[in-house]
């Protein structure tokens, strides 16, 4: 089992070698304007347009559901739907869908195995989505670093 790495930095532009994945979290209602994809959208326009010709084309655009894009030769961005629509809902709960987030790092994880490649993400869901790091942190070590997956969470 690896140990999550935490370091300062920018999580759009990691700096190891081989293959890597940029995971965060988008919401179910196709809405991209707002967070962490402010940064991703900055530097490749492909994340964006993949992502809102997915929720046009409803093809398995659910929570859960990951899009992987390459950007660069040795680098994707997971598209990783773990937010229901923007806001809290009736019952005050936060957009955030642990389930989803983790159905979402199992199929990355097997993406990561098979591409060899290592994650690379802010403290996904906790922004917006208004999840707390106290029960997405477990959920990275149950789905990525069990699987001997490199795991590094930026904080900018």
């Not at 920018?10 to 070698?17: H, I, N, Q, V, Y």
């Not at 030769?73 to 990783?80: F, G, H, I, Q």
């Not at 098979?114 to 802010?122: A, C, L």
Request: with cysteine.
């Amino acid at each position: 089992m690896k140990d999550i790495q935490y370091i300062k930095g920018d999580a759009t532009s990691p700096e190891t070698l081989g293959n890597k994945i940029i995971v965060h979290v988008c919401n179910d209602i196709g809405g991209w304007g707002k967070g962490f994809v402010m940064a991703i959208s900055k530097r490749w326009k492909e994340p964006e347009n993949k992502y809102r010709e997915w929720f046009k084309s409803k093809d398995e655009f659910e929570l859960g559901k990951v899009q992987f894009v390459q950007v660069e030769e040795d680098l994707w961005v997971a598209n990783l739907i773990g937010q229901h629509k923007i806001n809290k809902d009736e019952n005050g709960d936060a957009p955030i869908r642990y389930n989803a987030i983790e159905n979402g790092l199992e199929s990355i994880s097997f993406f990561a195995k098979e591409n060899n490649g290592s994650i690379h993400m802010p403290r996904i869901g906790c922004g917006l989505a208004g999840g707390k790091w106290e029960l997405i942190e477990p959920i990275i070590l149950k789905t990525l670093s069990s699987n001997d997956v490199e795991v590094v969470v930026y904080d900018f």
